[in-house]
C-alpha cells in the first residue's frame, strides 16, 4: 500500500483567511514532503520533514506554516496568502529521506 | 544547480505504437532518476525509477534507460493504451543536506489515440 491521503480536495479562501491543510500517511515513512504545482508546471518542493524534524525549507514565505505532529500527518497552515498562491499542493511521503517519494492527490487552493 | 531539460512536450500517438520521452540533466553527481505520471485532477503517481548504478529497468510495458556518460535518460512505453494518456515527469535525484532533492523536467504531455 503505498496510500498518501490529502484534505481537502479543494479550498477557496479570502486572503484574510486561516486554514490548514493536512496530510496523512500509514506506510511507516519516516520523511514527508509539501510540494507547490502551478498549472502545467513540475512540483515545487517547499519542505522537507524528517524523522518529524523540520529539515529544509526552501525560501518559503512565512504566510505557509508547516507542522508535523507525530509520524504519520503532516499539517500545512495557510494565513494571509495571496491570489498568487493558488495552485495544487502536494504531500509526498518515503520510507527514509533517499528513498523513492510517493504522492498525495494534492488539495487544489484557490485564493481569492 | 541542477537543471533537467525534457523532451517533447507533447507526444501524441496511435494506440499501440511505442512513446519515447528523453531527459537530460546537468550534475553529473545525481543517482536516482524517478519518473512519474500525472493524470487530470490527480497526484504524480511514481511508475518507474532508476539508480545510477543500474542502466536499464523494465516493468511490463514500461522501461527506463540511463547512460550516465551522456547525462541523459529515456522512458519507454510499448503498445500504448489510451490510459496511457497523461503528463509524464522526469526527475533527478540527488542525496545532499540529508534528503534525496528532486529536480523535475517540465514535463510531457502525452495523447493516444484509439
Known amino acids: 500500500d503505498t496510500e498518501v491521503t490529502q484534505t481537502p480536495k479543494h479550498l477557496v479562501m479570502g486572503m484574510t483567511n486561516k486554514k490548514s491543510l493536512k496530510c496523512e500517511q500509514h506506510m511507516g515513512h519516516r520523511a514527508m514532503y509539501w510540494y507547490k504545482q502551478k498549472a502545467k508546471k513540475p512540483p515545487e518542493l517547499m519542505f522537507v520533514?524528517?524523522?518529524?524534524?523540520?529539515?529544509i525549507n526552501e525560501s518559503v514565505p512565512s504566510r505557509f506554516s508547516p507542522e508535523c505532529p507525530n509520524s504519520s500527518l503532516l499539517n500545512l497552515h495557510l494565513h494571509a496568502l495571496q491570489p498568487e498562491d493558488s495552485a495544487l499542493y502536494l504531500c509526498?511521503?518515503?520510507?527514509?529521506?533517499?528513498?523513492?517519494?510517493?504522492f498525495g492527490p494534492g488539495t487544489r487552493l484557490t485564493v481569492t | 544547480g541542477e537543471n533537467v531539460e525534457q523532451h517533447p512536450s507533447t507526444l501524441s500517438v496511435q494506440e499501440g505504437d511505442s512513446a519515447v520521452i528523453k531527459c537530460t540533466y546537468s550534475d553529473s553527481a545525481s543517482n536516482y532518476f524517478p519518473w512519474y505520471k500525472q493524470e487530470l485532477g490527480k497526484g504524480p503517481q511514481l511508475i518507474i525509477d532508476i539508480r545510477s548504478n543500474v542502466g536499464e529497468k523494465k516493468d511490463q510495458r514500461i522501461a527506463v534507460t540511463l547512460n550516465k556518460t551522456a547525462k541523459h535518460f529515456s522512458l519507454h512505453i510499448t503498445e500504448t493504451q489510451p490510459e496511457d494518456s497523461a503528463v509524464y515527469f522526469c526527475a533527478a535525484g540527488l542525496f545532499s543536506g540529508g534528503y534525496n532533492k528532486l529536480i523535475f523536467g517540465a514535463g510531457t504531455r502525452l495523447a493516444v489515440h484509439p
Open positions: 520533514y524528517s524523522y518529524e524534524k523540520l529539515s
Open positions: 509526498a511521503s518515503s520510507q527514509g529521506p533517499g528513498d523513492e517519494q510517493y
